[in-house]
């Protein structure tokens, strides 16, 4: 591990220009690229204490060898030779928002004599007009097939084309009326040109100028008497019908627009992209990369329009109607707006418009592709959870960096959830073999919080640690087979009366017939060193303690005043995020349903001679408490159990009156 304090610059040394500097390791290879307003300023932040750097840039400055930099003139120059330098290098500690996979396209060759169409994945090439992207080939395809009826424009390859331009004869799609004929000269290079016009031209939303002009040639077929004509083009105009319809309208006003929406965590965010052009959404495309050095939602949407707008279109030509659109909107607006507008409308070649939607359907879209992006991080990281070999791997990193005997296979983690010390709950989450347990989660109503009202998570997590772990140091001493008892049930705090450790019908211990390999709990050191007193207080040895802090996702052991720092990539910190996540879901879940019992309390309540089963009877027979409200004290006294002077004591207290004499309310 390299000293950064061998390479930093002499003061002074570094400009306050604007400009773009990279770090290089031991063996010149650059591994990070940045861009600054002022370069001392930037540059002098990496060299600060390294406790005080986030976990990625330490391991980064750490890694560097040397830090070299370019002064620029403007803010919009040092945008470009960022994106040029990231390109060319591909740094290792840029987040990179590549795609999983490659997003297919509509291409058509305006730059031949005979257009053609096809599906084609790769850059951009001059003189090609694309659409798309598309998430689907089969979807170009039926769009293509739909359109070749009414504009019959070649698809075939080249060689294709010159075999059966060789052979004077036609291929299929000229005897089914969906190509036409080129290659035989059944129409002029000119002819077919403007076919392929008129083919980019409904896909570029231009489409009800087409239609009314279909509709005019097949009124006027009719009124020639060419019914057999007007037939073929009132089909053409369905066929066009049903490829509009398969693109919704999402915004009335032909907007022209990509919609970007962003949802993350501390360590991954998912970047969705809807393409739309002329009011609807012509594709959509989704990345999910990793954060980088706790970057602002602000800073992470200007370096994905930097590298997306650069790499998506670069070759292309400026204003192609594909290319950047006239209006881009964002969740945030990334700090250098101005420069990145400026960047961006030379790239389209007129203005371009950078915004957050604040209201009406613009606004709305936004939402939508907000929570696709909710739905595709959700999805990535089940899938991660659901690979068995993530999971296998997970868990060996989990058993090396804890310095474990073995890995741990059974993992429950703590979390507690309150209000300003109300209400003070506890959930415990199990996971196995690296994937959730539900049918062994379990409650808590913390009981030492809740006789003076404050709040303390340290005394919190000691206690449900004891409850937890009481029972089964009691069945171990009294020489259980497995070493449990029963599990404990919602908030009975592991009291219920033991049952056998070992299930008679199955053979295999009960849920909690056993303890957990490793045990988190979700805080600091002080959570972690109550966990493990009341472990040692009970001589539970065979328990691996852990706590995971929120702020940097610090791993903190027993015993250790410093805390581990997993690799933000590795699928040991990803595991235990997903847990402390899992448990911090489940406590919530339960405070809440807590809290609305307590501030849903019945009217009816505290009426002196009015119990459980009373209180039941009377809501049961009318029905709810605003019809018992409108009762009278003889409806009151005909249900069961209600004698006259309960009667009159409920309706009293559902009919307070005010005294006149004292102006007094009473009941």
């Keep these: ?30 591994i990070y690229v940045g861009k600054a307003k002022s370069l001392r300023s930037r540059l002098t932040s990496y060299f600060a204490d390294l406790s005080t750097l986030h976990p990625r840039t330490r391991q980064m400055v750490t890694t560097a060898a040397s830090v070299e930099w370019t002064v620029v003139g403007t803010e919009v120059e040092a945008l470009q030779l960022e994106y040029n330098w990231i390109k060319e290098f591909d740094p290792r500690f840029n987040v990179r928002y590549r795609d999983d996979k490659t997003y297919p396209m509509l291409a058509v060759t305006m730059n031949e004599e005979y257009p053609r169409v096809f599906v084609y994945r790769g850059p951009r090439r001059p003189g090609v007009r694309y659409f798309g992207p598309y998430s689907h080939a089969w979807a170009i395809r039926e769009t293509v097939d739909l359109l070749t009826r009414v504009f019959p424009v070649r698809t075939c390859s080249n060689g294709v084309f010159r075999r059966n331009a060789q052979m004077g004869r036609p291929c299929l799609l000229d005897y089914i009326d969906k190509c036409a004929a080129p290659c035989v000269d059944r129409v002029s290079a000119d002819e077919h040109r403007a076919i392929a016009e008129d083919f980019c031209d409904f896909l570029a939303g231009r489409t009800d100028s087409l239609i009314r002009k279909l509709e005019r040639e097949m009124t006027a077929a009719a009124e020639e008497l060419d019914f057999e004509r007007a037939a073929r083009l009132r089909d053409d105009i369905a066929a066009l019908q049903r490829a509009m319809e398969k693109q919704a309208v999402v915004l009335g006003d032909g907007t022209d627009a990509d919609v970007i929406g962003m949802v993350g965590d501390e360590l991954e965010t998912s970047v969705a992209v809807f393409h739309v052009r002329d009011g609807r959404v012509r594709g959509e495309r989704g990345w999910v990369v990793e954060v980088q050095e706790n970057a602002t939602p602000a800073q992470q949407v200007g370096a994905f329009l930097l590298q997306f707008y650069g790499d998506e279109y670069e070759g292309g030509a400026p204003g192609a109607s594909s290319g950047v659109p006239r209006e881009v909107l964002v969740p945030a607006l990334p700090e250098d707006v101005d420069d990145l507008t400026a960047w961006l409308s030379q790239r389209r070649g007129s203005r371009v418009s950078l915004r957050v939607p604040q209201r009406g359907d613009k ?21 991660r959870a659901g690979d068995l070999t993530t999971r296998s791997a997970a868990l060996t990193e989990l058993q090396e960096a804890l310095g474990m005997d073995e890995a741990p296979l059974r993992i429950e983690c703590v979390d507690i959830s309150h209000v300003q010390g109300t209400d003070v709950v506890a959930s415990l989450v199990v996971f196995e073999d690296g994937l959730p347990r539900k049918s062994d989660y379990r409650h808590y109503s913390i009981r030492e919080a809740a006789g003076d009202g404050r709040s303390d998570d340290v005394a919190s997590i000691a206690e449900v640690t004891r409850r937890r772990f009481a029972r089964h140091r009691a069945d171990q001493d009294a020489g259980s087979p497995a070493g449990a008892g029963t599990a ?22 009960r849920r909690f017939a056993y303890p957990p390999n490793l045990y988190v709990v979700d805080g600091g050191a002080p959570q972690v060193h109550a966990a493990a007193s009341v472990l040692d207080e009970l001589g539970v040895t065979d328990v691996t303690v852990i706590g995971l802090a929120k702020r940097l996702e610090e791993v903190w052991i027993p015993g250790d005043d410093d805390p581990a720092i997993l690799p933000r990539n590795s699928e040991a910190l990803f595991l235990l995020q997903r847990v402390r996540d899992e448990a911090h879901r489940f406590a919530i ?22 119990g459980a089963t009373r209180r039941t009877a009377l809501v049961t027979h009318f029905g709810s408490v605003a019809r018992l409200s409108t009762a009278t004290v003889e409806e009151i006294g005909e ?4 004698g006259p002077a309960t009667a009159r004591s409920v309706y009293d207290a559902l009919h307070p009156h005010t005294d006149e004499l004292t102006g007094r309310t009473s009941r």
């Design 1 to 30: 591990m390299a000293d950064p304090t061998t390479y930093r610059p002499a003061p002074g040394t570094i400009p306050t220009d604007p400009g773009v500097y990279k770090f290089r390791d031991a063996h010149g290879r650059v």
């Design 363 to 383: 606004a709305a879209l936004a939402g939508t592709v907000e929570r696709n992006a909710g739905e595709a991080l959700t999805r990535h990281k089940l899938k």
């Design 488 to 509: 404990p049930d919602e908030d009975n705090g592991g009291d219920a009366a033991p049952e056998a450790a070992i299930d008679p019908k199955t053979g295999r211990p």
């Design 589 to 610: 879940t339960f405070h809440r349903s807590k809290r609305s019992k307590r501030m849903t309390a019945s009217a009816l309540d505290g009426i002196a001679g009015l």
């Design 639 to 642: 249900v069961a159990g209600i």
